[in-house]
C-alpha cells in the first residue's frame, strides 16, 4: 500500500456514517512510529468530524466541533 492512498475501509466508513454531499476532505496522511495515520475532516449539521484512521482503515480517534460556535455577539440584548 501507498503511503498517500487512502485504505478503502477508511472511505466506506465515511460513506456508511456520512451523505456524499458533505465536505470530505483528507487533512494529513503521516507515518506515527513507521505506520500510516490519516486524519480525515467531515462536515455535517454544522459539526466538524476530525476522525483518525490507523493504516488498516481501523478509527483510532474522533473529535467533534461545532462548526459555528455560537458568537456572545449575536445575542439579542434587552
Not at 3 to 8: D, L, S, V, Y
Not at 16 to 24: A, C, G, I, P, T
Request: charged share 30%; proline share 5%.
Amino acid at each position: 500500500m501507498k503511503a498517500n492512498k487512502i485504505p478503502a475501509k477508511v472511505l466506506d466508513y465515511v460513506s456508511e456514517h456520512f451523505r456524499d454531499d458533505f465536505l470530505f476532505e483528507v487533512k494529513a496522511s503521516k507515518k506515527v512510529h513507521g505506520r500510516n495515520v490519516y486524519s480525515i475532516e467531515v462536515s455535517k449539521d454544522n459539526y466538524i468530524y476530525t476522525l483518525l484512521f490507523n493504516e488498516q482503515g481501523d478509527m483510532i480517534k474522533s473529535e467533534v466541533v461545532q462548526a459555528f460556535p455560537p458568537d456572545i455577539h449575536d445575542e439579542p440584548t434587552l
